[in-house]
């Protein structure tokens, strides 16, 4: 098993462009999400899906977009990328939404608007 | 308002030494609490979880304790190794939408 696998690992964009980080993974978890890490501060909820076909928002979802339309891949959109989204971004799948379940986290994608 | 506070926020010790890392938080109601061990560059890696019956949990060299009354965690890391250099994040469940509450985590670095 892959686990879960995040790509590109590093991207640079310009101020306004758009872009889709892309997670995948291969253990049929049913429970997938978004986090962004920056320096000083606690992984936060950007977005997260219970199944294919269902999304919702987390702690910060402005400017980002999500679909679930299988359960493998859970791509991230940037629709007008802003300084303020450099940071470092993290899927994260398990399987099932309950607290009690471990969440098995991909390498990360670190994102650099300028 | 559920938070989730960790001490120190960096740590440097001498290779074979033991430390211990805190965890306080003010989550309710209580689901379970983590310990994660994060490499540079790459993502979280569970190593404990405890509920709030479980006092004790051990993985290796590495042993969680949890006082659910005085909602304290700590992280003990016997005779460090150079593999332990990290960042060790505090993660809590809160009780009915399973929310979950990072913290910030302890930079942890052992050197030789």
């Known amino acids: 098993n892959a686990g879960v696998t995040q790509t590109p690992k590093f991207q640079v964009l310009k101020t306004g462009q758009s872009m889709t980080l892309q997670c995948a993974q291969d253990m049929n978890h049913e429970y997938m999400s978004w986090y962004r890490q920056d320096p000083g501060m606690g992984l936060r909820l950007i977005h997260y899906?219970?199944?294919?076909?269902?999304?919702d928002q987390g702690e910060v979802p402005n400017g980002y977009n999500v679909s679930r339309s299988t359960t493998e891949d859970f791509p991230l959109r940037l629709l007008s990328a802003a300084p303020s989204q450099t940071s470092v971004y993290f899927c994260?799948?398990?399987?099932?939404?309950?607290?009690?379940?471990?969440?098995?986290f991909g390498p990360g994608t670190r994102l650099t608007v300028t | 308002k559920n938070q989730v506070e960790q001490s120190p926020q960096s740590l440097i010790i001498l290779e074979g030494k033991n430390c211990t890392l805190q965890c306080n938080y003010t989550v309710s109601p209580f689901s379970n609490l983590r310990w994660y061990k994060q490499d540079t560059g790459r993502g979280p890696v569970s190593l404990t979880i405890m509920t709030f019956s479980e006092n004790t949990k051990s993985n290796g060299r590495y042993t969680a304790t949890l006082d659910a009354d005085t909602k304290q965690s700590s992280l003990h890391i016997t005779a460090s190794q150079l593999s332990d250099s990290a960042s060790y994040i505090c993660v809590v469940s809160a009780g009915r939408d399973d929310k979950i509450i990072f913290g910030k985590g302890t930079r942890l670095h052992i050197l030789p």
């Open positions: 899906s219970v199944g294919a076909g269902i999304t």
């Open positions: 994260a799948s398990s399987y099932s939404a309950g607290a009690g379940y471990e969440q098995y």
